[in-house]
């Protein structure tokens, strides 16, 4: 299954109208709508950092450039 990520708004009626159109024609889809609990600017350039983060990260886990978790604290000193 491919993922693809764009902002929509939903209408009063509860239809869900894409900021802009798939390159996807004649497929049924999967649709999962995440729902922010706090105002979300679509504009608001806080957000790219944060997007190429979870990028790369999504890109390191799907090759397998991952860290075991028992790992992670070796060599970090509690002092």
């Not at 802009?20 to 950092?49: G, M, T, W």
Request: glycine share 8%.
């Amino acid at each position: 299954m491919k993922a693809i990520e764009v902002l929509g708004t939903v209408d009063s009626c509860g239809n869900l109208a894409l900021d802009q159109p798939l390159a996807v024609h004649n497929q049924r889809v999967r649709v999962i709508v995440l729902i922010s609990e706090e105002d979300f600017d679509p504009d608001n350039e806080k957000l790219e950092p944060a997007i190429e983060g979870f990028r790369q990260g999504w890109r390191d886990a799907m090759t397998g450039n991952t860290i075991p978790v028992e790992q992670l604290w070796d060599g970090i000193d509690a002092d």
